[in-house]
């Protein structure tokens, strides 16, 4: 098992890209949340100026009424010349200045600057006001049209009156400030909508920023958790794997130097010699398949195996594989069947291809009694083409098969003739059927065989 890899082009290609995507969502995040505190301090400020549109309009209001009053008081007081009306139409008259005075403060604010000419122009008018003139500057005409500084206002006698039309200008400044109120309130709805779109969307970017963040916190643990997992699991497999080496390579090992020692002895029969040379050659006949099965592990560990697939034909490679391991069947006179049909193709890697079925057929032969049958064949499968190896031999128990295919869980065992066994094999045929984007599976019951499946993608057209 390897537990760090190279990184490639497309790793830290999708490493930039989430890097700057992070870097552009906090990035709007804050353009969010400045185009958020703008949006509230202008409608701030727009309350603030829809206020001094209210307080005017409260205030033309109280001018006209206090008109209203300095004229009632000013005609009784020419009626009576009783000088509590005088006094009366006097307090009315500063009431009606001094609302023009609170009118012309906030006129100087930059919404209502256009109120403020006309604002100056009624202080003017009322500044010089007599209430016991009022009815005679109003019947009165003026001598002359160049008195008339504007249409709304009448000189005559010295005395300033206000004419008949002074609520008509004060209605006019009304309309004014009632539509640019009506203005404003549709500004505030306006705002308030920005407001809250550019607060949601500050919220939700926020939100998914945090899920984001947590997300990543989560994926780097359970990677760590993982990578701690793979290290655990790589220690496993390599105190295996030299148990391995240490016990079954010592072993073939052992016995090709006792071997070699004995037929070294004088005094040996023709017999004994020849018995001698064949336990020799069993002995190196197990010691280089475990080395072969060792070094590709090794090579598929470190990387150095290329997959090179390509259209291959099945049943000359059952046929192949038949012949190179048909003299061991021979040993135990088992049957060795090409049941694959010669039409069958697959699109794999022909040596790893040869590699995992030689080492299935030396499995089954392994575990195959005497004058057994050991068939290779196919079935139908819906993900490729399913090859399959199947024994007559002693079968597996299903916490045997549990432990296939695993460096850190596997055993060995003997087979029907005492060969010996490292378990290398099996795991070595699964990481090569992988390579080649396939599976590996088994089927067997105590007694009753074994059957090894293995699914290779079908040929490309």
């Not at 190179?324 to 010669?342: G, R």
Request: with cysteine; net charge neutral.
């Amino acid at each position: 098992m390897r537990v760090s890899k190279t990184p490639t082009w497309s790793g830290l290609l999708q490493s930039q890209i989430i890097t700057v995507g992070s870097l552009f969502s906090l990035a709007g995040l804050a353009a969010l949340i400045i185009f958020t505190i703008i949006g509230h301090w202008q409608l701030s400020l727009r309350l603030e100026k829809t206020e001094e549109v209210r307080q005017a309009l409260l205030h033309t209001e109280r001018i006209t009424a206090a008109f209203s009053e300095a004229r009632s008081y000013g005609q009784l007081f020419e009626v009576t010349r009783q000088d509590r009306y005088q006094q009366e139409a006097t307090d009315a008259l500063n009431r009606l200045k001094g609302d023009l005075s609170a009118l012309s403060r906030l006129s100087e604010g930059e919404d209502l600057e256009w109120l403020k000419t006309k604002v100056e122009a009624l202080q003017s008018v009322v500044k010089g006001y007599k209430p016991g003139k009022l009815e005679e500057a109003i019947n009165s005409k003026p001598a002359s049209t160049e008195k008339i500084p504007t249409p709304d206002f009448i000189h005559t006698a010295g005395t300033i009156a206000f004419t008949p039309s002074l609520p008509t200008s004060i209605d006019q400044i009304r309309t004014l400030l009632t539509d640019t109120l009506t203005d404003n309130q549709a500004a505030i709805y306006r705002s308030k909508w920005q407001v809250w779109c550019l607060s949601l969307g500050t919220g939700i970017l926020a939100l998914g920023i945090i899920v984001y963040a947590f997300r990543l916190v989560w994926q780097e643990k359970q990677e760590r958790l993982q990578t701690e997992q793979n290290l655990m699991e790589l220690n496993i497999n390599k105190d295996k794997f030299f148990s391995i080496i240490s016990h079954d390579l010592r072993g073939p090992a052992a016995n090709i130097v006792k071997l070699s020692e004995f037929i070294q002895e004088d005094g040996l029969s023709a017999a004994d010699y020849q018995m001698m040379a064949n336990h020799l050659h069993k002995s190196a006949q197990n010691l280089h398949k475990l080395l072969e099965n060792l070094l590709n592990w090794a090579r598929l560990q470190m990387g150095r195996v290329d997959c090179k697939p390509e259209t291959i034909n099945l049943h000359q490679l059952a046929e192949e594989s038949i012949s190179q391991i048909s003299s061991i069947a021979a040993v135990k006179n088992i049957t060795l069947q090409n049941e694959v049909p010669a039409s069958a193709l697959a699109f794999a890697d022909e040596k790893m291809c040869d590699t995992v079925l030689r080492n299935l057929l030396l499995n089954a032969i392994k575990f195959t009694h005497a004058q057994g049958t050991v068939r290779i064949h196919t079935a139908e499968s819906n993900q490729g083409v399913e090859l399959r190896v199947s024994d007559t031999g002693v079968g597996m128990t299903p916490e045997a098969i549990g432990r296939l295919f695993k460096l850190g869980g596997h055993f060995t065992s003997k087979g029907t003739a005492n060969e010996p066994g490292s378990g290398l094999g099996l795991i070595l045929c699964k990481e090569l059927v992988e390579k080649n984007k396939g599976q590996i599976g088994v089927a067997s019951e105590p007694n009753k065989g074994s059957t090894f499946m293995v699914t290779l993608p079908k040929t490309v057209a």
